[in-house]
């Protein structure tokens, strides 16, 4: 079946066009729509009547199909033979049509014959020309005026077109070096018999002349604009072609009977140009209006080809003038290129960057605004730098594009913990930020000083000297066993001569020492604008809830864990870190001989090598134990890396210090309750400290004071010492002599026996020492007796031979365990 018979109207030969058809496919498509169509309207409405009247409407819907399916069968199959009769149509149609043209012929020539031809003469025979034509083949008597104006000319040679250009060029030259030629159009090109001008970012010119006659004007042959619009030109030309035809007409115009005529031409095409980029950049503010930066920036005022005024920074236009940039042509001098004027002026070289913006291969609006607040940041910033350097507030270092004035309150200070300063573009506020501390809430209390009156920044900005400080504190103690608190809970109406003390605090409660706090209380030298800091080592104890009245009620009741201080003593942070002690209080002073030294000898530490881990100043190892030598740059880099700013020895050396001195305080303490003799020693290396117990006590009553000052005698020394970082342990070490038996053990042989008796730290609290000092007795207890044993088998082997050659002793110990 060939239904693309009726896909399109047949157009016959004779020309005329035969009857509209409509495409075979769309039928259908009606026919299927109408059907679905039907059927929907059916399905709706069908279960709203009764079951007659849905069979009635049911069988005429079948009935109603069924006919137009058929017809359109029909017409299916009638469309298999349309092809041949449609064409027998088109023929029939030609033929009619040639005869009407047979018949309007007869009638055309018979009526020339009736009125045209009865009048009509022959003219006399041209015999010359009839002989001419059939003896020669051509006719040479006709006009010349034919040949001159039909046939064309003789193409010249390649050799002649070079010397014509080459003549043309030097013609060309000649007229230049004799003709006024502005400095602009310098950059120029002679070639192929025409001069090319080239200003850039704003037109190319090319010319010709026609002859080498002085008086003979200069002809135009092309002019192109440059100027682009790289934002919103979407890459098309800004000048219309009708544009620049009228432009040439213009210039040709100007380069006839024209004593000056490139200086003209110049003059009206730069005029052009500028006025066609100023149109540019005012379309350009008017997007960024529009798009992006309608609360910041406004057009206050725009004249075609002559200026464009933009107002930015628009929260401080109220001050004055506000700030404005003007894009305008110089009236004065037009030949210069567009100029950026700013109120309130800029500074000389500033303004010199900001020019150059226009001059650019991107001209831009947007990169002239964003030069110029790059300009009014920079002056702002550096305002504020004098002012804080008269103020001498911190050292203040200033740069970047765009520039960001980066204050330093403390010295070393580290990059992440320096106050940056710089100035939004869009609104031409102060902002400030910590890139270490995201969250500062003094950060933000002087960006809002800083935005209204710098002269009230001084006393922020010593707030955020001492929390910086703090902050270093809180970094340094992190992986030491204290939590830092601001405050502790104290009541409410409680008064104590060291909360007297306004300056800011930071309290370190140990994990282990919950009656002791250390304190650093947090001053400043305004001499040296440098952070003093003072210790504290605070005794607290609970007191009563009911003896403290609360300042809130509730309603239920809670517990109210409230401190007072029960002594405040000030540490002699220079003693502590010498290691020596002071005689206001025996937990840290104590009167120790003081050794005069002499140097034997004096070594300069290599700190490069130190860092690196190494020995010497020049080689070292790598993994695979190969030598590997590192530049003095890269030990630098190491050394930078293993040193942070942050770190505070003194307060970490302080907490450890006090923390050990209070361990072996509540241990003291302990022993003396016990009744037991010692005394607190420092070591040789002046860092570490122990107790050494003089004399322990009389476990055993059923044993002799002889017995004791015997085993007294014997005991060299006993030291408690504390061993550990993590998991601390307290050591007992024992020291005999004269040990009663010899042993098989080569290590036994000496005169000398040392006992390890190790006991759990655990929390360090006063019940824990208790048992500590309980187990120390009772291990005293058992060596005891062991010693009486070993002492009595030792008199039974002296006075008994015979024993030593029935067994052997490999080795004995006093301690039960």
Known sequence: MNAMAMQSS???????????????????????????????????????????????????????????????????????????VDKCATIVQFLDRQSDLFVETADIMAKMSRETLVSARLPSFQLPSAVEVLTLGTYSRLPTVIRDR????????????????????????????????????????????????????????????????????????????????????????????????????????????????????????????????????????????????????????????????????REHNREEKGYKLCVQIDSAQPSRPLQVIHFPELETKDTVQTCDAIKSDYFSIEKILIQTTYER???????????????????????????????????????????LISVDTLTGSFLTHIPQFEECPIVDDIQNVINKNTAKVIALLRQLRIWLTCQRCRKTVESLPVHVVESLPFPTAYSHPFLAIKSQKLYYRF???????????FGE?????????????????????TSVESSVQFDVDLPKPYLQITKALKLDISNILR?????????????????????????????????????S??????????????????????????????????????????????????????????SICHQILQDSDGYTHFIDIVKLSQCLPQTSAEYWDKLQADTLSSTIRLHGKGSKVWNVVLAFCNPPLQTLAAKEHGSRRVLNLPYEYASGSQTHLNKMVDELLNDWSAIARLYDVIKTFAANLQNNNQLNTLFDIKSFSLWNQ
């Open 617 to 674: 100043s020049e080689d070292s190892c790598d993994r695979n134990g190969k030598r590997k030598i590192c530049s003095n740059n890269e030990v630098k880099k190491m050394a930078r890396n293993e040193t942070t700013g942050y770190y505070i020895p003194d307060l970490a050396h302080v907490v450890s210090f006090c923390e050990e001195k209070l361990a072996y305080s509540s241990l003291s303490h302990e022993l003396q309750k016990r």
């Open 10 to 84: 047949v157009v016959p030969m004779n020309g005329f066009q035969s009857t509209p058809t409509v495409p075979l496919s769309r039928l259908i498509e009606f026919a299927i729509q109408r059907t679905y169509h039907e059927l929907s309207v059916l399905a709706d409405l069908l279960p709203r009547k009764t079951d007659m009247e849905r069979k009635i409407e049911i069988v005429s819907f079948a009935s109603r199909t069924r006919q137009l399916f058929v017809r359109l069968l029909a017409l299916v199959k009638w469309a298999g033979s349309a092809s041949k």
């Open 377 to 419: 940041a920079k002056q702002k910033l550096i305002q504020l730098k004098k002012e804080f350097d008269d103020k001498s507030v911190g050292l203040s270092v200033l740069s970047g594009s765009p520039s960001v004035l980066q204050v330093s309150f403390l010295q070393p200070c580290m990059t992440s913990e320096r106050l």
């Open 525 to 545: 030298n305004e001499v040296q604008s440098e952070i003093e800091i003072d210790y504290y080592l605070l005794y607290v104890s609970q007191t009563s809830s």
């Open 150 to 313: 039909i046939v064309p000319s003789d193409p010249i040679t390649a050799s002649d077109r070079k010397a014509t250009l080459l003549r043309l060029n030097h013609i060309i030259q000649q007229r230049l070096v004799s003709t006024a030629l502005p400095s602009q159009m310098k950059n120029l090109k002679v070639e192929s018999g025409r001069v090319v001008f080239h200003v850039e970012h704003e037109f190319e010119l090319s010319l010709t002349l026609m002859g080498d006659i002085p008086s003979l004007p200069w002809r135009v042959l092309n002019v192109k604009i440059l100027v682009e619009d790289k934002e919103t030109g979407g890459g098309k030309d800004l000048v219309h072609a009708l544009q620049i035809m009228f432009l040439q007409h213009l210039v040709q115009s100007r380069l006839t009977d024209n004593s000056r005529p490139l200086i003209d031409v110049y003059n009206l095409l730069h005029s052009f140009c500028l006025s066609l980029q100023l149109e540019v950049l005012q379309t350009q503010a008017i997007r960024l209006c529009h798009e992006r930066l309608d609360d910041f920036i406004r057009i206050d005022e725009y004249s075609p080809g002559n200026r464009l005024i933009l107002s930015y920074w």
């Open 511 to 521: 994990g282990k020492h919950y009656n002791n706090c250390l304190v650093t209380v």
């Open 579 to 615: 290691q020596s002690f002071s005689s206001e209080d025996n937990m840290f002073y104590v009167d120790l001989p003081k050794p005069y030294l002499q140097i034997t000898k004096a070594l300069k530490l290599d700190i490069s090598n130190i860092l690196r881990q190494s020995f």
